[in-house]
């Protein structure tokens, strides 16, 4: 027998020999395979083989290096939201410098540019260049490679960052009350307080302003508007109590100021003030080391000479959490005051309530939260006989049983009012960038989130002026592109809309689907990422809706309908894979994110609403086989 590896040099007649004689020893024994054949079945079953491994390995190869690009690109876009939140921090727009960066942490968790080292997360490097295009616009590019070692990967993203300044002053606000007589009062972080012209409330005017005591970190820290005077809550240890005559709105004065001392601490910081309209005041404060707080009652009817009437007993927070903000309300039919112990993560969330005359609080409820990292109750109000806390970002009402999750971010103030007989929040999350203002009917359980504004800035403290008409949200920004003073019409109550969420959904350029969540795609149980949105009427009479949108890649399984008092419909919302991926179509999408808004639309007798939801879309670039000859 000739070895198979010698075929190509044995002669062509000799081959015929051997293969005649084979034939013939087959045909004898009836059984057996020639070599032929065996060399023919083992590459062909090779080639197979080959082929079927080579597309398991290409397909997952293929679904790595589209998770691989779909990571740089949510590197990239996290890029402008760092750079985003150090332009509205303190530092400002100022700290968005030419030159090349990197991101790294500092020892608060705030994200700072590195200058001249990219950072490196997992394998992808990113590199952050700023350069300016004018005095107030800085252009900002972001290219993120992979791997970090030798980059054969990248993709580059441009945006731009203005440095926008409202029309109400330079100084950030930190909180604000109203007159409820046409004038809204701020207190600032450059130690003032500003008056403001809110008689069109859409379009508030700065009249006046008076420095307050106090230097340095000395801030102003809460106020409380009575009866042509501005009460104010301060961290100066010489004033911890501020008294401002505004009855002249362009020439507001300082009046007088008192220094308390927590448990003989002169060291002591002021918290919350609340005035009644004959001159007595209420204060609390905490020592200098934030362990200790207690109620003052303060005679200030002769605002030049304010005097201590009554000191409450201190209680303990502990853990450095400070008081979370004073109000005073009808509880249980008895004038009521309040105050929460800031919240002490081991210890629970703590209200503490004193009759109005008080010496020692006639009520103390300890709520107990499972989640420990909560951060402390940084405000609290009363309104139709409950009263309601923030403790991180949730919202704790009445008995408090079941917490309300308004953030991921800590609420610093919130204001509940009755409308049209339904109890409504507003809330101010300075953490929520784009979404700071948030609006909640509180009658449902849970709750729901009506809208989400985006105050354009760090939206710290908000009230609702009911004298106005109409009815207008007012808020101070105490960092961002609009400092101090933002006005807002509230959402006419009618239709609430669940979830309060967007939509979030990924596909591969010319693939028959789009699926919902790029973090698990690709998913097989959908094929357009579609989502329920219910719309309930809250009110009596019938509201009719339209929904739009111009993005003409998202689907609406309806653009308009009547729902009747009290009840509901729902509107189906998906994303049209086959527009998505027409990947010659002048309608197809480009690789990249995509983020299209959806507009629901009613009116009632308070006035026109639209309200909105977001559908983001990642395209990735569509995979091909890439054959190379040998």
Not at 551 to 575: A, E, N, P, Q, Y
Request: aromatic letters at 8%; hydrophobic letters at 35%.
């Amino acid at each position: 027998m000739i070895p198979s590896w010698h075929l190509g040099r044995v002669p062509a007649k000799r081959i015929r020999a051997f293969s005649s004689q084979r034939f013939a020893f087959s045909k004898n024994s009836n059984s057996g395979f020639s070599i032929i054949e065996i060399i023919l079945a083992v590459s062909l079953f090779s080639f197979i083989a080959t082929g079927t491994l080579s597309s398991t390995l290409y397909g997952e190869h293929a679904h790595a290096k589209a998770g691989d690009r779909r990571r740089a690109t949510l590197i990239a876009d996290q890029t402008f939201e760092f750079l985003r939140s150090i332009r509205d921090s303190d530092s400002g727009f100022s700290a968005l410098a030419n030159g090349v960066y990197g991101f790294e942490k500092d020892n608060g968790g705030a994200w700072t540019l590195v200058p001249d080292v990219p950072d490196i997360t997992d394998i992808f490097e990113r590199t952050v260049t700023i350069s300016s295009v004018d005095d107030n616009t800085k252009q900002v590019n972001a290219t993120v490679c992979w791997p970090a070692d030798n980059c054969v990967n990248s993709l580059s993203f441009d945006t731009y960052f203005s440095n926008w300044h409202g029309n109400f002053g330079t100084p950030g606000g930190i909180k604000i009350a109203v007159s409820g007589e046409g004038h809204a009062y701020v207190i600032t972080t450059n130690n003032t307080l500003e008056v403001y012209d809110v008689s069109t409330p859409a379009s508030p005017v700065k009249v006046g302003e008076v420095s307050l005591t106090g230097a340095g970190n000395d801030l102003p820290t809460a106020l409380f508007y009575s009866n042509e005077k501005v009460y104010i809550a301060s961290s100066d240890i010489s004033a911890q109590l501020q008294i401002v005559d505004v009855s002249t709105p362009a020439s507001p004065a300082l009046l007088g100021t008192l220094a308390i001392s927590v448990d003989g601490d002169s060291n002591a910081v002021g918290d919350g003030v609340w005035a009644g309209s004959t001159g007595y005041v209420f204060l609390i404060a905490h020592d200098s080391a934030g362990t200790t707080s207690q109620f003052f009652m303060i005679d200030a009817t002769d605002p030049a000479n304010a005097s201590l009437l009554l000191a409450g007993d201190t209680y303990t927070t502990g853990d450095e959490q400070t008081p979370g903000g004073i109000d005073v309300g009808i509880i249980s039919s008895v004038p009521t005051m309040c105050t929460t112990e800031g919240g002490s993560p081991n210890e629970g969330y703590v209200l503490h309530c004193y009759s109005f005359n008080f010496a020692t609080p006639s009520y103390t409820q300890t709520i107990a939260d499972a989640d420990v990292s909560l951060a402390p109750s940084r405000t609290m109000t009363i309104q139709d006989g409950l009263y309601a806390m923030t403790p991180g970002g949730k919202v704790c009402a009445g008995t408090c049983t079941s917490p309300y999750t308004v953030s991921e971010n800590d609420i610093y103030d919130i204001v509940y009012v009755t409308r049209s007989g339904r109890l409504y929040g507003y809330a101010a999350v300075p953490g929520d960038i784009d979404s700071g203002l948030k609006e909640v009917d509180g009658n449902d359980n849970p709750p729901v989130i009506i809208t989400e504004r985006d105050t354009g800035g760090t939206f710290s403290s908000v009230v609702f002026d009911s004298s106005t008409t109409p009815n207008y949200i007012f808020g101070t920004n105490k960092t961002g592109s609009t400092l101090g003073l933002v006005s807002f019409a509230p959402t006419p109550v009618g239709i609430n809309i669940s979830p309060s969420t967007g939509i979030v959904a990924g596909t591969v350029k010319g693939a028959g689907a789009v699926h919902c969540d790029p973090t698990t795609y690709p998913s097989p149980d959908d094929t357009s990422c579609p989502t329920t949105y219910t719309l309930e009427n809250v009110i009596g009479d019938s509201i009719d809706y339209t929904v739009s949108t111009a993005s003409t890649w998202i689907t609406l399984s309806k653009t308009s309908g009547t729902i009747s008092g009290g009840g509901s419909d729902t509107v189906d919302i998906s994303v049209d894979a086959a527009d998505v991926n027409a990947e010659n179509s002048g309608d197809g999408l480009s690789e990249g994110v995509h983020i299209g808004t959806v507009h629901f639309m009613y009116t009632t007798s308070e006035g026109s609403a639209d309200i909105s939801r977001t559908v983001t879309l990642t395209v990735d670039p569509a995979l091909g086989i890439n054959v190379e000859a040998e």
